[in-house]
């Protein structure tokens, strides 16, 4: 069975950080890209970050570059989103996603997601 697991989320002030982890079992990590996405109210839901677990390959939108890095511990079948210089609009639940397609931009219509986790930015 496929499971992905998102934890790390909280309640932070403006300029603070948060990391958040995506723990995945049920199929080969390695074969997959897994992504971040996000979903805010009222907002459109949003590909974050995306990295490619075959060759490492990262991709970031354009509201979080130079603020979010994302990276995996193979050993541990972990993908994580290091979020720094929070925003009050990076406010949103976070889920993270597995593709097996082999493309380093987030796929939404990845077949398995995470449950999600909060992220609250204070101002």
């Known amino acids: 069975e496929v499971q992905l697991v998102e934890s790390g989320g909280g309640l932070v002030q403006a300029g603070g950080s948060l990391r958040l982890s995506c723990a995945a079992s049920g199929f080969r990590f390695d074969d997959y890209a897994i992504g971040w996405f996000r979903q805010a109210p009222g907002k459109e839901h949003e590909g974050v970050s995306c990295i490619s677990m075959s060759d490492g390959s990262t991709y970031y939108a354009d509201s979080v570059k130079g603020r979010f890095t994302i990276s995996s511990d193979n050993a541990k079948n972990t993908v994580y989103l290091q979020m720094n210089s929070l925003k009050p609009e990076d406010t949103a639940v976070y889920y993270c996603?597995?593709?097996?397609?082999?493309?380093?931009?987030?796929?939404?219509?990845?077949?398995?997601w995470g449950q999600g986790t909060q992220v609250t930015v204070s101002s």
């Open positions: 996603a597995a593709d097996p397609f082999p493309s380093v931009l987030p796929n939404p219509y990845s077949p398995y």
